[in-house]
């Protein structure tokens, strides 16, 4: 076998990979870094919220594990954090909590007023309510621009575990009923 050989098997294989590797990521799992302090303390605990909404990162983001398998019938629990793409800007993404799921009733704390939850719709709010583009923000968002739900941090070494379903303590979920 020639140098011509060991250059096609080795595109072959390298086109092979690549391939699986991209129906993997769009189809059942992904990493994704998380950027900023909207999830803090549950992703980069270390970031800090200044006066005017400015965020300082004092350390590198968390990596994430993303699970796609929910999509199939948009299986989602209160308490799930879900990536989606922006509501006001597609080519953004956001980490968030789901809070309320369709039909839920929630109560909005600044202005006192309850919303029901549309169909096919969930309210989804960041653990670090200072500093949180949200469902506060944009309203309810579709469950069509969710992409996965994280299920670890698997950056950096020292965080790494499962991500717990429960908002951390201070976030308390403001749903009225169903």
């Not at 189809?27 to 950027?35: A, E, H, L, N, W």
């Not at 968030?96 to 109560?107: M, N, Q, S």
């Not at 698997?154 to 951390?168: C, D, E, F, N, Y």
């Amino acid at each position: 076998m020639g140098p011509s050989g060991f250059l096609w098997n080795f595109t072959k294989k390298f086109v092979t990979f690549g391939l699986i590797s991209v129906t993997v990521s769009d189809r059942y799992m992904t990493v994704v870094p998380v950027r900023g302090g909207s999830m803090s303390p549950t992703f980069n605990p270390k970031t800090h919220s200044l006066m005017g909404g400015v965020s300082v990162v004092c350390a590198a983001d968390d990596y994430v594990f993303v699970e796609k398998f929910c999509l199939q019938k948009y299986k989602f629990s209160h308490g799930d954090v879900v990536v989606f793409r922006s509501p006001l800007n597609h080519k953004e993404t956001h980490i968030k909590r789901i809070i309320a799921l369709p039909g839920e009733w929630i109560g909005a704390h600044h202005n006192y007023d309850v919303l029901k939850i549309p169909e096919g719709h969930c309210w989804v709010e960041g653990d670090n309510a200072a500093s949180s583009l949200d469902s506060k923000s944009f309203g309810p968002i579709p469950l069509a621009l969710i992409r996965g739900r994280v299920t670890h941090v698997v950056w950096p070494p020292q965080r790494i575990g499962a991500v717990k379903s429960t908002p951390p303590e201070g976030l308390s979920p403001s749903i009225v009923g169903s």
